[in-house]
Each structure stands twice: as structure tokens, then as C-alpha cells.
């Protein structure tokens, strides 16, 4: 006696394919998101201990981000052209984003250093912007280690010229000071011995502006107020 042909289980073959849907429409998401990017951009593995989103709708001027780009020597440029690591979570967030927003076309931009949009860089944090209303940017999210507090002092006298003639003057200074209590050229007659520091100071001033400009030009770097939305880095289009 023939064995029974039992009936296939048509459920759970719709079943997995409806899960092996999901999946594939998740990996094609994932693939149009990462398209948002530069082509040397990655989705990292794994979570990012490091991504953080802000609690409540946040929105920048454009005077708002290039006062932030100059101060912190960033770039502000489209995510196409950024070239490093990318969070999962990112993925995730331009995915729930665009999402909510898809009856407009979103463009979405980064806020990095102009490493991150040549090489990966996993010391400096990028944060990632949607174009919003009135001309405005909302902020997404960020990833990667916070800039340290004292980087904006090493980099003031680039933000513009006027920092530099700034800085100039307070080296000039602090080294005019340093060498009164060093006793040089001290005398007893006190306004000589002020008038004798204004030569220090100017020289101490002009050397250090001088050595400055002169790194600035060996180095190809530029006055952050200027270089904020550029597109060169170190006269290499990107």
C-alpha cells in the first residue's frame, strides 16, 4: 500500500517568505541609504557606544553652523562626499527620517572635519544634518569621540584674520609679561621699564604671526571663515 503524499504546509511557506521579504527589503534600504554617501563610506558593524541623538527637534541657521564650522575648523558639505565610518544607527535614523518626511526629498549633510571626507577618522565626531524649512538644518544625530575642550584654542588664530592679529597680540604679550619677571630689561624708573617691553612685544608678535602664516601656507591651510562649505582640501577637489 502506497505511503500518504501529505499536504504541504502552505502557511508556513508564506511564512518564510514573507520573512525572506523583509529581510531583502531591509538589506535594499539599507543599500539606498548608504547611497546618501561618499563611495568610500561603510556601514560599521555592531553598536556604536558613541552615537548620540538629540532629545528634541533641534534646527541650525546656516550663520549658526558656519560660526560652529569656523570655531571648530569643520567642514559643511552634502553626505555624498563624505568618506568615512557610518553607524548603524544612522543607517536606522535616515531610515525612520525619510520615512516620516517622504512626501519631500530629503538631502541630508555632514558636519566633520575635512579628514572625514578623505580618510576614516574615528577621533572626531561627524553629525549629520537634513535640510529643514526656511533655509534652515536639522540636526540628526552624531557619532565618533566628542572634540576635545581645548582644540578650538589651538586652532583660534586660523578661524580669521582678525584672530590671528588677536592671538599675535596676546603672544606678544604673555611673553612681554614673562620676560619682566624674568628681569630683563627691568630698571628702577617703572615707565621705562614698561616702554623697554613694548619692543618685546611687538617682535614676539610679529615672529609668532610670521611662523604662523608660514605654516599656514607650507601646510595649505586656510582661514576656517573661508574654507567652512569648500569642497578642496589641500587643492584636491572632493
Known sequence: ?????????????????????????????????LGHFGRGSFIAAGANARFREPEQKLQ????????????????????GLYCGEIPFEVIAKIKSYEHINHHKNCEFFILASPRFFLLHNAYEAPLLFASGEAGKYEF?????????????????????FKSMVVSSLIIGFIIAVISGFAGIFNYPNTFKSILMKVPIMAISAGTFSTIALIY???????FSSENWKSRFFRKRII
Open 60 to 79: 541650525y541657521t546656516e550663520e549658526k553652523i558656519k560660526e560652529l564650522c569656523t570655531v571648530y575648523r569643520q567642514r559643511f558639505l552634502p553626505a
Open 140 to 160: 540628526l544625530c552624531e557619532w565618533g569621540d566628542k572634540i576635545p575642550w581645548y582644540f578650538p584654542i589651538l586652532k583660534y588664530p586660523y578661524r580669521d
Open 216 to 222: 599656514g601656507l607650507i601646510t595649505r591651510t586656510d
Open 1 to 33: 500500500m502506497n505511503e500518504m503524499e501529505l499536504p504541504e504546509d502552505t502557511g508556513f511557506q508564506s511564512l518564510i517568505e514573507e520573512v525572506k521579504f523583509i529581510f531583502d527589503f531591509s538589506k535594499r534600504r539599507e543599500q539606498e541609504v
